[in-house]
């Protein structure tokens, strides 16, 4: 279909004007003069549609009832998880709540492992045992079901890194729902006390659950929320700012002048979870009015067209075969076995003799290998 025209004719990188963030305690702010490459707008815009995708698929498969219990989706929301990826090395570390599914795909994970997870398959990323809120792979510790509960860890992990001096990383994700949590109080002076290489953001997606943040919270400044923490708030609909926004954040971490926090200013297109319709918090026309003006994926492809980096066709070509990518993972999720009652107590521990696990009763024992 390409060959209409030759990779000769397009422009193979461009300068971009993005939005400016907000600063707080910090001289210097992101660039807002960002140049992209011809190969990354490609890539940005293939693994965004993947995540857009695949959630769609997720959201068929609920409906279907093959897949079962709690199931948050991140559509809307594909320029966080895309950006960030792209300013970080896959050696830092990534630990984020319970809306995984698109982290768990720019960390390394596949559609296939992830598919199967979320359908309780022997193939799924956790071994089908995870399902929507845990899964985890290389450098990315999950997914974690209770809210706020991540960002401890999350300074643990970039303890880690300060304590074995290591050049590496923690990108600390949470969402404004979580924002008021103590322990996030907590941990902001632990990372800054100890100068933790950490990246915290809150990705405000504007509601907790069913609560607008004006709602929640007296101050919706959550950039400023770290107090003697330097924050930037940044447009997370535009995967170019995010991008800028996360390499400066990282530079700052990697420079040894500790913790900083960003605001991702989001929006999610579904419900809270599966089990939310997501329209009686909020009108379908400001849902519709976000699609039409603020699209992550729309807001790429109609940079990369109007700057002769790429053509409709090539565009709808990488769709057709994300769609197959999709559909092909779709089909092994719903035929892949689940895995058997023996497996149920595998893993409990790492590196670990074969141990006796308790049933739900004293005299059913279960091994537990890891």
């Known amino acids: 279909v ?34 992209m ?37 991140y559509d ?3 320029a966080c998880a895309v950006g960030i ?9 990534l630990i984020t709540a319970y809306r995984a599914h698109g982290y768990t795909l720019t960390r390394g994970g596949t559609v296939k492992e992830i ?29 974690n079901g209770i809210v706020g509960a991540q960002v401890p860890l999350g300074a643990g992990v970039a303890l880690a890194c300060k304590y074995k001096d290591t050049d590496e990383l923690c990108v600390c994700l949470y969402g404004d729902g979580a924002a008021n949590q103590g322990q996030i109080f907590e941990t902001y002076n632990m990372a800054a006390l100890w100068k933790l290489p950490v990246i915290f953001i809150c990705e405000n997606n504007r509601y907790g659950m069913g609560t607008s943040v004006e709602r929640a919270a007296a101050s919706t ?14 447009d997370g609909m535009d995967i170019l700012c995010v991008r800028e926004a996360t390499r400066f954040a990282a530079d700052h971490c990697r420079s040894g002048k500790g ?47 109007s700057n002769n980096m790429a053509s409709v066709e090539e565009l709808k070509e990488i769709d057709v075969e994300v769609r197959k990518e999709i559909e092909d993972a779709a089909q092994f999720a719903t035929t892949d076995p ?33």
């Open 259 to 305: 913790p900083i926090l960003m605001e991702l200013q989001t929006y999610r297109y579904h419900g809270h979870s599966m089990s939310d319709p997501g329209v009686s918090y909020r009108t379908r026309e400001e849902i519709q009015e976000v699609r039409s003006k603020s699209d992550p994926i729309s807001l790429l492809k109609d940079r990369l067209l």
């Open 2 to 35: 390409v060959s209409a025209r030759t990779y000769s004719d397009f422009t193979t990188q461009a300068t971009f004007e993005v939005k400016k963030c907000d600063v707080f305690k910090l001289d210097e702010a992101p660039a807002t003069q960002v140049v």
């Open 115 to 143: 598919m199967a997870e979320l359908t309780g398959r022997r193939g799924g990323i956790a071994k089908g045992k995870g399902g929507s809120m845990h899964m985890y792979c290389k450098h990315f510790y999950g997914g």
């Open 221 to 234: 400044d959550y950039f400023k929320r770290g107090e003697f923490i330097p924050g930037l708030r940044v």
């Open 338 to 370: 689940e895995p058997p009652l023996e497996e149920l107590c595998n893993h409990i521990f790492s590196n670990n003799p074969p141990v006796e696990v308790r049933g739900t009763n004293p005299w059913a024992k279960l091994k537990s290998l890891s």
């Open 37 to 73: 490459t011809r190969d990354e707008g490609l890539q940005y815009y293939r693994t965004m549609q993947t995540m857009r995708r695949m959630e769609l698929k997720a959201d068929q498969l609920y409906k279907q009832k093959i897949i079962r219990g709690f199931c948050h989706l």
């Open 76 to 78: 809307g929301q594909e």
């Open 85 to 93: 990826e792209a300013s970080i090395n896959l050696k830092d570390h």
